[in-house]
């Protein structure tokens, strides 16, 4: 960002959106550096702070794989249902967000707990 904003004051901001420009190169490997590295710390801040025992997390991890293959459904399921809600784009996504992956676990037990041969897949 403080590479963008040096590249705004110098006023060359339509050569460092693209091309084969050096701030568009800067702009690109800064960026890309800072999108891994970035990913890779804010995880391993969330590994050290995070690392509390619940009773559900059992339940929660057993199910994990089963909501990531139908998260997919829920997600889109949800967003396609509240487009005709006048509502801000804001809310119908935090609905979205949280209904979706709250109906995406809870499927996901229900089939391993409930479904006989699903649960050596999930």
Known sequence: MLLLIVVALLDAVDDAVGG????????AVVDAVLTVFGSVWLLSVAQQ???RRYRWGPLLSRSAYGAFMLQA??????????????LPAEIKA???AIAGVTCSFAAAWL?????????RVL
Request: proline letters at 8%.
């Open 111 to 119: 089939l391993i707990t409930r479904a006989p041969g699903l649960s």
């Open 73 to 86: 459904l829920f997600l889109l399921g949800f967003a396609i249902a509240l487009r005709p809600v006048g």
């Open 94 to 96: 935090l609905v979205v």
């Open 20 to 27: 084969w420009h050096w701030p568009a190169v800067a702009f």
């Open 49 to 51: 702070r995070l690392d």
